[in-house]
């Protein structure tokens, strides 16, 4: 059973012991502290406990390292050209690793994905059906339906006196897209004179709108 | 300071010295001076030879490319406590649990440890196991290494106040766990005759 604390001066005694054990107290102290321990039995048995404690903790350590053999390490240590900062050979644990290599595995999908996107045409490979047929990009481009009589050859000859080129159809109702031939032959009749012509049963400008 | 310190102080700055002028010999010296120690201290923190070598190289590593800053504000062997309880903590964070071990083999205790030592080593053990990293580390710089509260707060870089509340609750917990002490204990009286 342990004993217990009951006079005034046992919280000194026992703040002085670890001092007087170490041989850092005045003699003054010293002798106090032996006439305390001398009517204190609580403090005598925990002071033969100090006692004991710094008799164990002064042996020396039970794991045995050799000496020579860390100098001569360190030593060669001195030596490397690259010697910085000490450096471990073995990375922190497990779940440290775990996570790195989750991060690295992350950032690689998604460079591969940003570098995908990147390189993929901007403009979307799909239409949904609501969405109006891509217009044609050149300005003054024109949807005509040319009458069923009409020959080849006067279609060719139209749209050679005008410079339009066809430039898509026709669709399902006969309609072909006709975009001039180059920037410079754009007038501003065309539409006009498309409508005027024999053998043209409808003429519009293309729009963006519906 | 103790009496005994002041030379032993003395001749480790004459090494730190040497050694901030690049003597290898002044390093292995101090190396050699300071190994059994730092072993002891290291081992209540791992009880891996490998890691306690580890931080005592990195340690004197350090003391090496630093002897030339050394400003003489403390003894030597605060200074070099200070390095290695530093790198003994970064030790612990890199190796985490792998430091850890509860008991050494049979193969690796001192093969001439005496009776009477392994009863106390048994003791201690059964002591410090219930203390924490920070307590244990106190403990021994004051009763292992015969450390004042300044240098133990210097070596934690920590307040004196805390050294005091660490050393007071691991005294305590000693107090309530170590068993009765064995018959044929230095006496009180034995001991007082050593303090001056």
Redesign the interface.
Known sequence: MLATYFGQDCPRAWEMMPWVLQNRATKKQADWLASHLAQCEACRTEFAQQQRLQQAMSLPSEVEVDAEAGLQRLLGRLDTPAAEEPKRTRAGGWLTRALVAAILIQAIGIGALGLKMWSTDQTASYRTLSQEEPAPATSGTLRVVPDASMTLGDWNALLHSLQLQVVGGPNDVGAYTLAPVSAKSIKPNTLQQLRAARGIRLAEPVTGAP | M?DADVPADATDRVLLQRMSTGD?TA??TL??SY??RL??FL?RLT???DI???V???C???A?QKAGDFRGDSRVSTWIMGIAYR?GLK?L??????AVEDS?PED???AD?PDE?RE??D??SK?LERLSTDQRIV??L???E?H?LDDVATIMQCPVGTVKAR?FHA?VK???V?PA?AEG?????E??D???
């Open positions: 103790n290898r390093l292995a190396y050699r190994h059994g072993c002891r081992s009880r891996r030879p306690i070598e580890e005592i190289n990195d004197f590593w350090i090496w790198c030790a964070r890199q190796h985490g649990e792998e050494i690796r205790t001192p440890d030592d106390l080593r003791w201690l002591g403990v021994e004051v009763y292992g015969g004042t050393l005294r000693l107090r309530n170590l002490l204990s230095i006496t009180v009286k001991r007082n050593q303090v001056p």
